[in-house]
């Protein structure tokens, strides 16, 4: 059974920076597209960022130069630096497979104040 468990998160003022952790257990996250997903209060869940297997990432046009996806392999993690914060970054931040197949985990809630 696939479980992602996501740390890292917190209450950060605007302009500060914050890395966000996913570990899994079950899976492999360097033989699979892996995602960083966040959900703002009455708001859809949208991808944020994501990193093939061969390591190439994309991220959501609003986020380019921000945000950093990144894997470790021999962790097994999935990683996400968030730079220059934005009070509209708050939200609950989740790792999942791109398209997300797995059970979401407990994600970890980012505030950001202004």
């Known amino acids: 059974q696939v479980q992602l468990v996501e740390s890292g998160g917190g209450l950060v003022q605007a302009g500060r920076s914050l890395t966000l952790s996913c570990a899994g257990r079950?899976?492999?996250?360097?033989?699979?597209?892996m995602g960083w997903y966040r959900q703002a209060p009455g708001k859809q869940r949208e991808l944020v960022a994501d990193?093939?297997?061969?390591?190439?990432?994309n991220y959501a046009d609003s986020l380019k130069g921000r945000f950093t996806i990144s894997r470790d392999n021999a962790k097994n993690m999935v990683n996400l630096q968030m730079n220059s914060l934005k009070p509209e970054d708050t939200a609950v931040y989740y790792c999942?497979?791109?398209?997300?197949?797995?059970?979401w985990g407990q994600g970890t809630q980012v505030t950001v104040s202004s």
């Open positions: 999942n497979t791109d398209p997300a197949y797995f059970n």
């Open positions: 990193i093939s297997v061969r390591g190439s990432t």
């Open positions: 079950g899976i492999i996250f360097r033989n699979n597209h």
